[in-house]
């Protein structure tokens, strides 16, 4: 059973559990002298600072290492999605979780009737436990393990009785009940009328300085005892000094009397809606209690993941399946990759991560080195990866680590010495390390700080091998650190021990904190002596007196260590080399990808540009067909139908002309750009209004008679309503360049006769004539029908209804044929 999954046979709400049902991860085979020596609870409390409520962070602090491999898998799994929401800033939103556990077990008694301010934290348990509900909606896709913690939600009429009934301090609402309501009225209107009787006593007494008040649930007034004229009445208090009486006046006792009887009413009134209430809420127990457990689990998951992604720790393998939720790894090794201890996070100081990978066949490691180079601090830490781990708390270790599954785990780390007990350190020290012999096994973990210390260096060393061999036989998962070097050469004998160091600058004989697999580590003793200054005669007689297999030792250690400098430094000035090259790499794509969006905004400028040409071409047109047809409709009444005939042809052909004109202009085609040259008889020019036209004459008075629409309209203008010259490529007539255009290349009419025509051949007729409008950009079509039977009106109408090209359509007005003539308009 797992705390991630959906609750349904916990209704424990308390850090621990209820009901005689221990929560997961409470109880631990570990010992609790190794998770005191590892301190973590320390680190607990420091996950627990995430915690939304007390309820959340005491479950926190209770964790232990569970020795359940699905357990493990499962609560780390839903940690890791909870911290992939935080990472993508889609984390939980979580409310602290009111403590209503005691208001629920008293709710779970028959008879049992709740106090008003018990009603408070299971309203607050509600709004809470809706919130927290929804946000576990809301993550259902993404963290499938996460939204697993929802539990169903009582009626919501229920919150909104509540709501009703009591407010955030714990006080009954008026709207509780119509009685309850009525009786605080009555109290009102009683102890006002109350009040202003005493008063107006106090006012008849002559005393202003006097108040009304209230003593052993009376109100009274204060009356000086000297006073004759103070009234009748019962007396219920004096001052301290006895000079003052307390009293109530006869008068006023039958209003003291009805203010009771009202206040009564209300007791009881106020009764009857905590027994209703209560009585409602006590068959939601179950619910309420699965509800709370929700909003517990939930913070406390949330404060986990939060904490992951604080400490940048990615979910690890513990054991042999990896527990998040990618494809599972096997993995049974030690594979620690960036890890960095727990407490050290906290302080200013960067902390430098370490890696610890143990092959299949190795067991324990050897860590060597001067004093304050990080030795207990890596053991230490190793031993709390493994704890959070098994806690369902994600470490502070970088992505592909892996641990195995510790059933047990044993710490000799620190001075135990204990004058109580006459145990020198030494004593201490064998004391755990029998313990430890005596209950170690293959799935425990063994962290032993200065094995073989605190007696003579050879048989300490010959101890200390002894024991490590043992433990390394048995193939129990050591760490242990030393400065015999005796101890370093245990490697050679038994192949699944190996030597391990955290670097020492020689030069400045300050640790640098990082670990070293498989090289011993030298303990700097001499050399440091020497930076303190230490008499060099004694330092050379101790250096000679060192024996030649020890010197040969620490002076290939030292060359060893020279040479990983050196490669070190190599490696960093490559890595700077290609980080350089990495960052002009980034520069470059930076600039091409600038330079490309500057091109596509170019791009769409010009392509907006068009498409605002078209647009105004196309109002051109509209404009001048608008003024073409008024000139022809005034010329109607002047002419014979022959003649108004050929003036529309002309019409047509000057705009059809324009359409070209304006249609090259957008497209850059036809058209060369506006030119500024003199307006001379015979110019083409385009004028304010959009026409284009002829200059055929200029007047004394300086202005201009233009032609336009194919010599159909004439108009007078002043130069300044010329807005340019337009020079044509092809400076031929315009007629003999239509002559000579291909039949396939002319542009499309603005007019379609199909009078005469059948039904089926009208509406080929009306498409063909839609496509070449459009095609051509042109703004309209004028559709000649006729009125006859309709048939081939209704055909074309169906074709224009089915076009979404077609803006609009309408008949012509009466004069220019009514509805024998379709007006079709276009979109732009």
Known sequence: MIDEQPLSVHHGVSAGGTAGTPLPFSASAW???????????????????????????????????SIDPDAIAHALGTVAEAAALVRGGEGLTIDAAPEAGSV????????????????????????????????????????????????????????????????????????????????????HQARGSLIRKLESLLRSLGDEGGSVTVRGGRYVIPVRRDNRDRPAGIVHDESASQGTLFIEPTAVVELGNALREAEVAEERAALKVLRDVTAELRPHHAELTSALEMCVAADELHARAAYAVHVDGHCPVVGNVRATHASPLRCGSLAIRDGRHPLLLD???????????????????????????????????????????????????????????????????????????????????????????????????????????????AEGAALAGAALAALTRRG??????????????????????????????????????????????????????????????????????????????????????????AVARS????????????????????????????????????????????????????????????????ARAAVDEATAREARRLVEEGVQAEAEALAGTARGQDTAPLLDEPVVVGSRVRLASGMVGEVIERRRDGRWVVVVGGGAVRTVV?????????????????????????????????????????????????????????????????????????????????VLDGDSRVLQYQFAERRDGGTGVTIVEFGS
């Open 476 to 565: 129990v998962t050591t760490l242990a650190t030393t400065h015999l070097g005796a101890l370093k050469k245990l490697p050679e004998r038994l192949p699944q021990v190996v030597n391990g160091s955290l670097q020492f600058d020689a030069v400045s004989l300050e640790p640098t904190y990082r670990f070293q697999k498989g090289v011993p580590g030298r303990s700097y003793g001499l050399a440091i002596g020497r930076r303190l200054g230490l008499d060099p005669a004694v330092l050379a007689e101790a250096e000679a007196a060192l024996p030649d297999v020890e010197r040969h030792l620490d002076t290939l250690l030292a060359a060893v260590e020279e040479r990983e400098q």
């Open 347 to 457: 302080g200013d100081t960067p902390v430098v991560p370490f890696s610890l990978v143990l092959e299949a066949d190795e067991r324990t490691v050897l860590v060597s080195g001067p004093n304050t180079g990080g030795k207990t601090v890596l053991l230490k830490a190793v031993g709390l990866f493994a704890a959070l781990a098994q806690s369902g708390i994600i470490p502070p270790v970088g992505s592909n680590s892996s641990l195995p599954l510790f059933r047990s785990c044993f710490a000799d780390i620190g001075d135990h010495q204990s004058i109580a007990a006459s145990l020198s350190t030494f004593a201490a020290h064998l004391n755990a390390l029998r313990h430890i012999l005596e209950e170690a096994g293959p799935d425990s973990l063994v962290l032993i700080d200065e094995i073989g210390s605190g007696t003579d260096p």
């Open 104 to 187: 629920l077990k008293r709710l779970q008694l028959d008879g049992s009737v709740l106090e008003a301010a018990e009603l408070v934290p299971v309203r607050r348990l509600l709004a809470v436990a809706g919130s927290t509900a929804a946000e576990l909606r809301r993550v259902r896709d993404q963290a499938p393990r996460v939204a697993a913690l929802r539990q169903p939600m009582p009626d919501a009429s229920l919150a909104r009785k509540l709501d009703a009934t009591v407010d955030h301090d714990g006080r009954l609402l008026d709207s509780a009940s119509p009685a309850l309501g009525s009786a605080r009225k009555a109290i």
């Open 718 to 798: 002043r130069s300044r309503e010329i807005v340019g010259v337009v020079q044509r490529k092809d400076p031929a007539p315009r007629r003999a360049a239509r002559e000579r255009r291909p039949v396939a290349t002319e542009a499309p009419p603005l007019e379609i006769d199909l009078r005469g025509m059948t039904g089926d051949e009208a509406q080929a007729a009306t498409v063909a004539a839609v496509d070449g409008a459009v095609v051509s950009e042109q703004p309209y079509l004028r559709i000649i029908h006729g009125m006859g039977t309709g048939v081939v009106r209704d055909r074309v109408r169906r």
């Open 31 to 65: 010992e609790n002298d190794t998770l005191e020596t590892l301190e973590f609870a320390a680190v607990l409390e420091r996950v627990a600072r995430y915690a939304a409520g007390p309820l959340a962070a005491a479950r926190i602090k209770a964790r232990r290492p």
């Open 571 to 634: 490696e960093a000035t490559l890595a700077q080399h290609q980080a350089d090259i990495d960052l002009r790499a980034q520069r470059a794509t930076a600039r091409e990808a600038a330079l490309a969006e500057r091109t596509e905004t170019l791009d769409d400028r010009e392509r907006q540009g068009e498409r605002d040409a078209r647009t105004r071409a196309k109002a051109y047109l509209l404009e001048a067909r608008r003024r073409v047809e008024q000139a022809l409709g005034m």
